[in-house]
């Protein structure tokens, strides 16, 4: 992870002050009716995250020379996980 974080704080310090940077995962792409394809996330944003999931979104905000990382994803669902995969969820991100 420490990778990740390196690479996250070298974007904040490029970033001018009072400024928020917003970065969206992949799309979900729909091969036919209800059969998705396999879901490959964007370069980018696993470079700044590490992050798989689709439904997520990395914001960086940069204030003062003071910065915050948030990672905005889907919770974990027991029920919807039958149909699309197991999610890492909200608390198991928060871990990782």
Sequence with gaps: MK???ERRDSLISKMNDNSVCFILCA???IRNRD???PYRQ???FYYLTGFCEPKSLLVLEKRNN???VTLFLQESSPKDEIWT???MGVEA???K
């Design 3 to 5: 990778k990740f974080i």
């Design 27 to 29: 799309p979900e792409l």
């Design 35 to 37: 059969v998705y394809y």
């Design 42 to 44: 964007d370069s980018y």
């Design 66 to 68: 003071d910065s915050l």
């Design 85 to 87: 995969g197991i999610r």
């Design 93 to 95: 991100a928060k871990e």
